[in-house]
């Protein structure tokens, strides 16, 4: 059974029960139990056409549960009004559950989870485990997500903006448990793009697959970060990479720039630097200056002074730094790097050590710990 | 069955054989101690004994409530002298003497100079739920 076709059915089935007029939670619930039941009994014979297999087990389940609350002269009133079968609008029917879950009425994780599972058509399970956090927790958390969207009408346009900080957080996630979550974000992101022609989509979808192309380079057998410099850029994945600048190009060729075709800009240079020491620095930093333009982020104006750190040297990325917070996430990193760059070794040990303790992850503290290490073992090991 | 904890101190424990911090080992001290925690854990999740393992940061605050309709009160950074917390392994084994050897075992985790750490863990057993027949 194909476990990526049964979930891609998931928003248009949805689609279908609420234009037979299922509200929208009760036609998400009906269409998560005929997931499971899909995921139970295809591998012995799976149906000829799998939407309307679909369609049937969770409309079947939604009178079921309709049935059970003793709503008995409302169930005939929708079995009266059901339409006939006919060609199902399944664009719009998935672009409209993308605007409903990433809802702005929705915490961000909230969203997510709800995404994840009316969108992406994993099982509340699935999603639990990805956030290790307990399957009773995750499906408390999808309730009440629904039950803030309830009065939400479904044919409402929605701010796309508010869908792709969604999207972006899943892939950010990475990956933990069997979900992997990155993976299923591109996915998502290209449902939506073939769904909806927005330059930003498009940028998203770019970022997301110039940065998955690098994965393999990422870490270390052992689990350890390599950063991007030290990467083995043979391991990265050509085929993504030319995908991602393709999708980029025709993006930026539109004249509508946003932050993520910035963040996507950014990334196809250091995709197209065959090493480290042929970065394009100069157009990098011509970059974060258009981002910082667009978001006014500090975490934007703390990539721009490494950035600066090598297009200009590493005295003038400190002079970059001097700017900002020194409380911001990552600063202290940053500027033992700098210090380090300068030849101020015992500075950059004594900050690396600074940054390992501030980590908020435990591959950032390990790899910046290691940082340190080599500064104060050199010569001496 | 029984679950006991395993606790890791940042502060507060008593002083390890091998007390040299972190940041003065060589890198590749840093990589073998990292491997030989997570080998650790693979293989208590092999033998069915392994429940859960998280670290913690180092930062954190005191908190405590302040009466009706006033934000709680916080206290922090901690200060030097605090026990700290560095982090928890669950296991569910056999027998107390099980938690003590798997506790060992953790303890000789290799430190500067690739030599242990020998350093102190705290195992503490889990309160259980009540049995079932009690007389």
């Not at chain 1, 485990?129 to 309730?143: D, F, G, H, K």
């Not at chain 1, 040990?349 to 104060?376: K, P």
């Amino acid at each position: 059974m194909n476990e990526t076709l049964l979930r891609s059915l998931t928003p248009s089935v949805i689609g279908v029960l609420v234009r037979r007029g299922a509200d929208f939670a009760a036609a998400e619930d009906a269409v998560q139990d005929a997931l499971l039941e899909a995921i139970r009994v295809w591998p012995a014979g799976p149906p000829r056409d799998p939407k309307g297999w679909l369609v049937t087990v969770a409309w079947n389940r939604f009178l079921d549960a309709t049935r059970a609350e003793a709503a008995r002269r409302r169930r005939e009133d929708l079995v009266d009004a059901q339409p006939a079968p006919g060609p199902a609008a399944t664009a719009d029917d998935t672009l409209q559950l993308y605007f409903l879950c990433a809802h702005p009425s929705l915490t961000p994780a909230s969203a997510v989870a709800l995404t994840l599972r009316a969108v992406g058509g994993l099982t509340t399970r699935q999603i639990a485990q990805a956030y290790l956090v307990p399957e009773a927790t995750m499906a408390q958390r999808i309730s009440r997500a629904k039950k803030t969207v309830a009065g939400v009408r479904l044919d409402q346009p929605g701010d796309v903006a508010t869908v792709l900080r969604v999207l972006y957080l899943v892939f950010n996630e990475g990956y933990s448990g069997d979900v992997d979550l990155a993976a299923e974000a591109i996915r998502l992101t290209r449902q939506l793009a073939a769904a909806y022609d927005h330059p930003e989509v498009a940028g998203l979808l770019a970022l997301m697959l110039l940065h998955h192309a690098r994965r393999a380079a990422r870490t270390a057998p052992d689990g350890a970060l390599i950063p991007l410099a030290e990467q083995d850029r043979t391991r990265w994945d050509t085929a993504l990479i030319a995908e991602g600048v393709q999708i980029l190009q025709t993006a930026l060729s539109r004249d509508r720039l946003g932050e993520f075709q910035a963040q996507a800009a950014i990334a196809a240079l250091h995709a197209d630097a065959p090493t480290a020491a042929e970065t394009d620095w100069i157009q990098i930093v011509e970059w974060y200056d258009e981002l910082a333009a667009l978001t006014d982020s500090p975490v934007v104006r703390l990539n721009r002074a490494v950035a600066v750190g090598e297009a200009d040297g590493p005295h003038a990325g400190l002079a970059a730094l001097a700017a900002l917070d020194p409380s911001l996430p990552r600063y202290t990193a940053v500027s033992a790097y700098l210090r380090e760059r300068t030849g101020d070794l015992t500075a950059a040990a004594r900050l690396y050590a600074e940054a390992a303790y501030q980590a908020t992850n435990a591959a950032e503290r390990d790899h910046l710990l290691r940082q340190a290490a080599r500064l104060n073992t050199d010569g001496h090991t | 069955m029984a679950k006991y904890l395993l606790l890791k101190h940042y502060r507060g424990a008593p002083a390890a054989v091998n007390d040299v911090p972190m940041d003065k080992w060589t890198p590749e001290e840093v990589s073998a101690h990292i491997k030989y925690m997570n080998d650790f854990a693979a293989r208590l999740e092999e033998t069915g004994e392994f429940v859960d393992g998280q670290a913690l940061a180092p930062q954190g605050e005191w908190v405590r409530y302040d009466g009706e309709g006033r934000p709680p009160v916080t206290d922090g950074p901690f200060a030097e002298t605090k026990d700290l917390i560095a982090g928890w392994m669950i296991i569910d084994v056999d027998s107390r003497d099980r938690a003590v050897e798997l506790a060992g075992e953790l303890s000789a985790a290799p430190g500067a100079g690739g030599k242990p750490i020998h350093e102190w863990l705290e195992v503490r057993p889990f309160l259980t739920e009540t049995p079932t027949i009690v007389e």
